[in-house]
């Protein structure tokens, strides 16, 4: 892996994307029922939403719940929504609060109408905020994702909106879910599982990855400091040499 030469002194991640892998084998570790374990992992969904804030990371996306993750059975995906709808209710003060704007990634009318209710008034109450932002992937898969985006850009042809010769990558990302965020700089997939599972596949093309090995429950903030002080240890060369990246670094440094 590319080392950064300066060591410790490269950005911060602009955008940190997490897959919360691990909620049903850390129950199971400690003799509890799985959904025991999601409950544990939406207390450390709050931890770490307001780690993220302290620790200058503008934007977060959690992967909250997959398009695949309807197939789980039926009490715990039951379980699962009622632990969102509550968690949005609880953390509505924090987001107000703290200034974060919240976005959902997904298809937001498939969601239960009594989640779907709480997720659209916090969407519109935080909708003003700029500095801090969660975004919630739910109902979401990359490859739905590009086939709403490629729906959207057609209607928008059809209607004239757009050339069809001039389509380009920023074009067509205008119609992801992602549209207004900056690609991920750093994914982690918590549980020592080493998959993507359809999670920012375009968005997370130059992203460097991590796989801590701990359950979700237990990655604490400083498991999240240590992963940021990990990546900005890391060299990005986007595809370019480490001596052209060298010399854009002290250009501008200049
Ligand atoms: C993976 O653990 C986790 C999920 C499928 C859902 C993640 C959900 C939460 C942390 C709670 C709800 C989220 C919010 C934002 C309120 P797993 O069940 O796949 O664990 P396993 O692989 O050990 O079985």
Avoid at 56 to 77: G, I
Avoid at 148 to 160: E, F, H, I, M, P
Avoid at 185 to 200: A, K, M
Wanted: glycine fraction near 6%; include cysteine.
């Amino acid at each position: 892996m590319g080392q950064n030469p300066d060591a410790n002194t490269g950005p911060n991640p602009k955008h940190v994307a997490i897959i919360m892998d691990g909620n049903g084998r850390w129950a199971q570790k400690q003799g509890l029922a799985r959904n025991e374990g999601h409950r544990a992992g939406v207390r450390n969904v709050e931890n770490i939403v307001n780690a993220c804030r302290d620790l200058n990371v503008p934007f977060l996306t959690l992967y909250a719940f997959s398009a695949e993750n309807w197939n789980r059975p039926r009490l715990e995906v039951e379980a699962l929504m009622h632990l969102l709808e509550q968690f949005l209710k609880k953390q509505r003060g924090n987001l107000l609060e703290n200034g974060i704007r919240l976005r959902v990634l997904g298809r937001l009318e498939e969601m239960p109408g009594r989640v779907r209710k709480q997720l659209e008034q916090t969407l519109a109450d935080t909708a003003h905020f700029t500095d801090s932002n969660l975004s919630l992937a739910l109902n979401y898969g990359s490859r739905t994702e590009v086939v709403d985006a490629v729906k959207s850009y057609a209607l928008a042809c059809q209607r004239g909106d757009v050339d069809p010769e001039k389509i380009d990558w920023e074009t067509f990302a205008s119609h992801l879910y992602t549209a207004d965020l900056p690609d991920p700089d750093l994914v982690i997939r918590t549980s020592g599982e080493q998959r993507i599972s359809n999670f920012l596949l375009l968005q997370s093309a130059y992203a460097e990855y991590l796989f801590p090995e701990k359950f979700w429950p237990e990655f604490g903030v400083e498991d999240l400091a240590a992963a940021i002080q990990s990546y900005r240890q890391r060299e990005r060369r986007h595809g370019k040499t480490g001596e052209q990246v060298k010399n854009e670094r002290l250009t501008t440094q200049r």
